[in-house]
């Protein structure tokens, strides 16, 4: 090997070497959807943050898009503030804007939603995101569902606010945007954990911000609370069987959410969750900390394991 005009030995290790030839691989962050639930995400991006775990890379689906949208524009702890400064100013009627009659009238006239996307789009703007994925400071995947062909979607380039508002739009509750040539609801209809696209990627770490993963006790009170519901449903199973597929060279981490049984409407306590699922993030972080030690330990050469 050549160094600067001279013919001289370069050694090189072999650790060195495959270092060289590995590609470079990185951390994903999947933030599922949960509608109000969705909150509890903001304590869990403060725990990785403050550990300095960044994304290389976030994937979202429905409530978790738009979280994702927040940070993936600003990938520190002031994209943090952000987010609890908007989830501090949300209230039902925000979301879901209009009362009985109105919702009545909706029914009457055989319109093909509920609620009308105002406060979604006010939601939206209120995270002060760039236009297009393009701008992102981090790579963003937002998945929405194609009502038509019930294929699953996967924006990643274009204008952001269409694909954040498809991908926040509960079949039946919200209107269905027309976009990129389909029309399109909900990503939670197809994926609302969207692990898959995580690990398909160059990655070697995933931490999954599940806040929807177990079904709650929660009284079904209206037909937001039975369509949340059958999502559970779904996801649930979906999601455990991507887990069991995560090859054994990618570390997964999934955060743990606190029990949150209030109606889907109800975005009352903002604080108390984050801070709640802020301490039950810190706790899993520590504890997957130890076992990946251990882990590399094990995977270690037996000469080396006790090496200084």
């Not at 962050?29 to 990785?48: E, I, T, Y």
């Not at 952001?160 to 029309?183: C, K, M, N, Q």
Request: proline share 6%; net charge negative; hydrophobic share 45%.
């Amino acid at each position: 090997m050549c160094v600067g005009g001279n013919e001289r030995a370069v050694s090189t290790t072999i650790s060195q070497y495959r270092r060289r030839m590995t590609p470079r691989r990185g951390t994903a962050f999947v933030l599922s959807g949960g509608g109000n639930q969705a909150v509890c995400q903001v304590g869990m991006l403060r725990a990785l943050l403050e550990r300095g775990i960044v994304p290389d890379v976030l994937i979202g689906t429905s409530a978790g898009a738009c979280n994702a949208s927040v940070i993936a524009a600003t990938p520190n702890l002031a994209g943090v503030d952000r987010l609890v400064e908007i989830w501090e100013s949300l209230r039902g009627e925000d979301v879901f804007p209009g009362g009985r009659l109105a919702r009545a009238w909706q029914l009457i006239t055989r319109d093909n939603h509920l609620f009308d996307n105002i406060g979604l789009r006010q939601l939206i703007a209120g995270g002060d995101t760039p236009k297009t994925f393009e701008e992102l400071a981090v790579p963003l995947r937002v998945i929405a569902c194609d009502l038509e062909t019930g294929e699953e979607v996967v924006f990643a380039a274009g204008p952001l606010e269409p694909a954040l508002l498809a991908s926040t739009a509960l079949p039946g509750l919200f209107p269905p945007i027309r976009h990129d040539g389909r029309v399109l609801v909900d990503g939670a209809v197809v994926d609302t954990v969207p692990l898959s696209h995580a690990v398909a990627g160059p990655v070697d770490r995933v931490y999954v911000l599940n806040i929807a993963g177990e079904l709650l006790d929660r009284t079904l009170r209206s037909p937001i609370d039975v369509a949340i519901r059958a999502f559970a449903i779904s996801r649930k199973q979906r999601f455990e069987l991507e887990v069991r597929n995560v090859p054994e060279s990618v570390d997964l981490v999934v955060l743990p959410a606190p029990d949150d049984n209030r109606p889907v409407t109800d975005f009352s306590d903002p604080i108390g969750l984050i801070d709640e699922a802020y301490e039950l993030a810190c706790d899993a972080l520590e504890v997957a900390d130890v076992e990946k030690r251990k882990r590399s330990s094990v995977r270690r050469p037996w000469w080396r394991r006790h090496a200084g």
